[in-house]
């Protein structure tokens, strides 16, 4: 029983190997497949993301169903999305090469529609996260852009805008010394 648990029916450097091409397949799949990927998974994202793990598990484990080769293929995963990372995080090339660039989805107000075609991004969808950033129409927007880790970024334009705590506190004090100058009248 222990013998069938940890024995490796394949070479560590295959189990290595394997996990680390099929780790830089996916990465390449979702980086050619565009960023709302990730931004806003729906029902049919994540069926795909779901049978995807199964897909291609084979093809990291290969025949191989020990703890021990399933513990390698876990650390390599781990090791490499790690050392992705940290270089992403230092070197502003390759994190424009493999994540891409913002993409802006509205200018004053306007949406572009280029944009939202090659996103897969409905109208409705972007009203609804203008809502969401408590924004009543498109038309209130500023701009509005994609990052490339998925988030939307929508900044409203001043008119648009609620009132932050400071300026609300800033209210509360002239309100006060308004108070404070009529109470000092003389009836």
């Known amino acids: ?17 394997r996990t680390a091409f099929v780790y830089a397949l996916v990465i390449l799949i979702f980086r050619f497949t565009g960023k709302r990927g990730m931004a806003a998974m729906n029902t049919f994202d994540f069926v795909v993301l779901f049978l995807l793990s ?6 990291v484990i290969g025949p191989d169903d ?13 090791a490499m999305n790690a050392a992705l990372t940290r270089w992403l995080a230092t070197d ?13 989805i509205v200018e004053d107000g306007r949406l ?41 970024l929508i900044v409203l334009k001043p008119a648009a805008r609620g009132a932050t705590k400071g300026e609300l506190d800033q209210i509360g004090e ?10 000092r009248r003389p009836s």
């Open 112 to 152: 572009i529609p280029g944009t939202l075609r090659r996103l897969s991004i409905r109208r409705e969808e972007m009203a609804n996260a203008v809502r969401l950033h408590d924004g009543d129409s498109i038309d209130e927007v500023q701009t509005a852009r994609l990052e490339p880790s998925g988030q939307l």
């Open 1 to 17: 029983m222990w013998h069938d648990m940890l024995a490796l029916p394949v070479p560590i450097l295959e189990k290595v190997l």
């Open 54 to 59: 199964n897909v291609v598990q084979n093809a």
């Open 66 to 78: 020990s703890v021990t080769g399933g513990a390698i293929g876990a650390i390599t995963l781990i």
């Open 92 to 104: 502003d090339r390759a994190a424009r090469l493999l994540e891409g660039t913002s993409s802006p």
């Open 174 to 183: 002239r309100l006060a010394a308004i108070e404070q100058l009529l109470s």
